[in-house]
């Protein structure tokens, strides 16, 4: 009688098991590179909207006081707006955003640190710096006393800027 051999090798080649790495290695890296760039542009949303809300904050300001804030000695590094306890200068920038957006909200960046304020000559990228100047125009002509930017820098070294009219 002639006995059959039956194969009992169940599992996978090693080929098939270095393919099935490779195609996961692949699914992850896309996945993770997609996480980065949603949250990239998640966080320039809300810088967006922080211009927007800063520029809502600076009419209701200008039909308050008559004036827009001045921009002068404004180069204030990661200051923490809204809990400052050094008193702003009468009328400055920094006391526009005590008074108009604070209150009852907690004013930060994206990322959860403070903003840093400067005016329009500090020109170099920085991620949640707010620049704001008076007079001036976002393609950096002069206007009036009725006229100011406000400045984000975005992510990729990409700024938005928005005028006042």
Same mark, same amino acid.
Do not use: P
């Given at each position: 009688m002639v006995q059959k051999r039956v194969s009992?090798?169940?599992? $996978?080649?090693?080929?098939?098991?270095?393919?099935?790495?490779?195609?996961?290695?692949?699914i992850f890296l896309l996945a993770f590179l997609a996480f980065r760039q949603v949250t990239a542009n998640r966080r320039d949303?809300?810088?967006?909207?922080?211009?927007?809300r800063i520029m809502a904050?600076?009419?209701?300001?200008?039909?308050?006081?008559?004036q827009y804030p001045l921009s002068s000695n404004l180069n204030i590094e990661a200051v923490d707006i809204c809990t400052n306890t050094t008193s702003a200068t009468a009328g400055s920038f920094l006391e526009f955003l005590q008074n108009y957006m604070c209150e009852?909200?907690? $004013?930060k960046s994206p990322t959860g640190?403070?903003?840093?304020?400067?005016?329009?000559?500090?020109m170099t990228y920085k991620k949640d710096r707010i620049r704001y100047r008076r007079g001036v125009r976002c393609d950096g002509t002069s206007g009036?006393?009725?006229?100011?930017?406000?400045?984000?820098?975005?992510?990729?070294?990409?700024?938005?800027?928005?005028?006042?009219?």
């Open positions: 009992n090798n169940r599992g $996978f080649t090693l080929i098939e098991v270095v393919l099935v790495l490779a195609i996961g290695g692949m949303t809300q810088r967006r909207s922080d211009v927007s904050a600076l009419e209701t300001s200008y039909v308050n006081n008559g009852g909200s907690d $004013f640190e403070n903003y840093s304020l400067y005016t329009w000559g500090n009036t006393a009725s006229t100011y930017i406000v400045m984000i820098d975005l992510e990729k070294a990409k700024t938005v800027c928005r005028n006042s009219s």
